[in-house]
T-cell receptor
Framework: EDQVTQSPEALRLQEGESSSLNCSYT??????LFWYRQDPGKGPEFLFT???AGEEKEKERLKATLTKKESFLHITAPKPEDSATYLC???????????FGTGTKLQVIP | DAGVTQSPTHLIKTRGQHVTLRCSPI?????VSWYQQVLGQGPQFIFQ???????GRGNFPDRFSARQFPNYSSELNVNALLLGDSALYLC??????????????FGSGTQLSVL
């Protein structure tokens, strides 16, 4: 059974304090590793898709990386507007059965 | 362009009742997926539909059913509601044939409370 585990569950950072979120996955035949951002009361918003070990993608203050067992979401000099829950997800099937982790709730304090 | 729209936004039902949730995908998107998100957890896959046909089903009981209409909108039906069905129900659409590595566009969800 596919599993995605995220850590930490919650993270509190001062504005400008860089950190990383971890996503460990056991997804047979991984076809894509996704990162989404979810704000309270809203649906997840797509950030990145990673396909193979060694791949990296960046968007503003966020950078996602992928190894054979883990993915990291690095946040550089975060701002309060980066506060949200970050979800990691893996896909292995022949359709869009995406397995999500439980998320990391990030709070950035001014 | 409008994003994925879901209705209603909130719903309160009692145990044993039936509920229908509705979703309109982004214009031009033909694939719709449904997810259940319990508070504090990640979304869990329920169904995917593409071109009105079921492409995939998650580990949910037969009380859960769905369908997709010719205009690609979709309905999720849940019969014989249980307290444990209380959750945020999310609809997601994607642009192509529902390929596995496509990014999903989510609606804001329907918050279902079962009393």
């Amino acid at each position: 059974e596919d599993q995605v585990t995220q850590s930490p569950e919650a993270l509190r950072l001062q504005e400008g304090e860089s950190s990383s979120l971890n996503c460990s996955y056991t997804v047979s035949g991984l076809r894509g590793l996704f990162w989404y951002r979810q704000d309270p009361g809203k649906g997840p918003e797509f950030l990145f898709t990673l396909y193979s070990a060694g791949e990296e993608k960046e968007k503003e203050r966020l950078k996602a990386t992928l190894t054979k067992k883990e993915s990291f979401l690095h946040i550089t000099a975060p701002k309060p507007e980066d506060s949200a829950t970050y979800l990691c997800a893996g896909n292995s099937g022949g359709y869009q059965k995406v397995t999500f982790g439980t998320g990391t709730k990030l709070q950035v304090i001014p | 362009d409008a994003g994925v729209t879901q209705s209603p936004t909130h719903l309160i039902k009692t145990r044993g009742q039936h509920v229908t949730l509705r979703c309109s995908p982004i214009s031009g998107h033909k694939s719709v997926s449904w997810y259940q998100q319990v508070l504090g957890q990640g979304p869990q896959f329920i169904f995917q539909y593409y071109e009105k046909e079921e492409r995939g089903r998650g580990n949910f009981p037969d009380r859960f059913s769905a369908r997709q209409f010719p205009n690609y909108s979709s309905e999720l039906n849940v019969n014989a509601l249980l307290l444990g069905d209380s959750a945020l129900y999310l609809c997601a659409s994607s642009s192509r044939d529902g390929a596995t590595n496509e990014k999903l566009f989510f609606g804001s969800g329907t918050q279902l409370s079962v009393l």
